[in-house]
Each structure stands twice: as C-alpha cells, then as structure tokens.
C-alpha cells in the first residue's frame, strides 16, 4: 500500500521562527519519488522538490531544507526563518508509477500560518 | 516557463447545464492530469493521459468526460452534475519521458466550481 502521513494538521509560528514540517511515507517499492508542494491561498499547487529513493542526500534551496531518511522513511520539510509569505498548506507526495502513467498520493497536508 | 493555464477560473452551473473546463500547457509535457480537491482536503486525481491517450480512469463517474484534442490541450466535459461535485478542479502536466521515471508535475491555477 502507498500512503503519506502528514500528522501535523496545523502550525502556526511567529515570523523568523524556523519550523519542520513532517512527512512520513510507506511503499514497497524500492523505486519511488517524493515530493512536496505548497498550496497558497489563491490555490495553485506550487512545486518545491522532487527525491528518489536513491538519493537520500540532504537539499537546501534558500531559507527551504529538506531531509530525506530511508531508515525511518521520512522526508521533512525545514523552513528557517520563517515569513508571513510562507503561509500555506503544504502537502508531502508520493510519486509512482501505474499503467505507464504517474501517479502521486497526497498527504492530507499541514496548514501553516505565520504571524508578524 | 512552467505554466499551466485554465479556464475559467470561476464557474457557476445548475444541475442540468453543460460546460467545459479548458487546461492548456506549453512545455512540450506528454501526460496531463485532472485533480478535484474539496475543502481542507488533498487533490484527488480524475484522470490521467499520457501521449494523448487515457491512461488512467480513477473511477470517475460518467458526468465528467475528459478530452485531450492534442498535446497542449486537455478539457473535461461537465454535464448533469450534483451539488456535491462543487470544488477546486485542478490541472496538471508532467513531462513523462523516461519509463520508470516520475516527474514533478505542474498545476494550473484551477476552476473553482459551484453547482447549484
């Protein structure tokens, strides 16, 4: 079974806080890709990051980490410093194939709202 | 560029009316997605085609028809919906070329449906 937990619902935090964001997955496929996205209140999925399973080196992109651990099959999602512009519901995926086509599943996502 | 376009953004219809929402993408991606996403919840995915063609059907009911007239474009045909098909239709594209490979994919801005 493929599935994506997202057992934050919420978290609110003050501006210039840093805050993580968990996601914990389970697949059997030795081949997979995760994922993660931030949904704005205007609505747009914007994407973030793309990992496959065989690269569980750690990326930093700006003010944005993520930290992906096979032993405990967790990809978390840092975000240093937070700004008001970061409030969202940011959603964890996981990326496979079915019938020749891609297929992701979705986290229930966290909603994140940062307060000035 | 990595935009995805829809149309309308907006839409209201009664239970007997017929519309179309329309998607458009220009980067040469070979699979197109349709995702419903209610409130305070993850997208679901409709369909999916890949080079043109349905490649998955998650059990949509028939009231939706999906179409993709060429590579760029992709439209779902809405026709005699209920009240509970009201919400957040999102599209997507992914590049799709390498088997075994899965892509990040690209989100429109959505249509935000109401059906009365």
């Known amino acids: 079974a493929q599935k994506v937990t997202q057992a934050q619902t919420e978290i609110s935090v003050v501006e210039k806080e840093d805050v993580t964001l968990d996601c914990v997955y389970e697949?059997?496929?030795?081949?997979?890709?995760l994922f993660w996205y931030k949904q704005p209140p205007s609505g747009e999925l914007v994407f973030l990051i793309r990992r496959n399973s065989f690269d569980e080196q750690n990326e930093i992109s700006g003010r944005y980490s993520w930290n992906f651990q096979k032993s405990t099959s967790s990809f978390n999602f840092t975000i240093t410093a937070s700004q008001v512009v970061d409030s969202a519901v940011y959603f964890c995926a996981l990326g496979r194939r079915q019938g020749g086509s891609e297929k992701l599943v979705f986290g229930k996502g966290t909603k994140l709202t940062v307060n000035p | 560029d990595t935009e995805v376009t829809q149309t309308p953004k907006h839409l209201v219809m009664g239970m007997t009316n017929k519309k179309s929402l329309k998607c458009e993408q220009h980067?040469?991606?070979?699979?197109m997605y349709w995702y419903k996403q209610k409130a305070k919840k993850p997208p679901e995915l409709m369909f999916v085609?890949?080079?043109?063609?349905?490649?998955i059907n998650e059990s949509v009911p028939s009231r939706f028809s999906p179409e993709c007239p060429n590579s760029s474009l992709l439209n779902l045909h809405l026709h005699a919906l209920q009240p509970e098909d009201s919400a957040l239709y999102l599209c997507?594209?992914?590049?799709?070329?390498?088997?075994?490979?899965?892509?990040?994919?690209?989100f429109g801005p959505g249509t935000r449906l109401t059906v009365t």
């Open positions: 085609y890949s080079y043109e063609k349905l490649s």
């Open positions: 980067m040469g991606h070979r699979a």
């Open positions: 697949t059997r496929d030795t081949t997979y890709y």
């Open positions: 997507a594209s992914s590049q799709d070329v390498l088997a075994g490979t899965v892509y990040e994919q690209y």
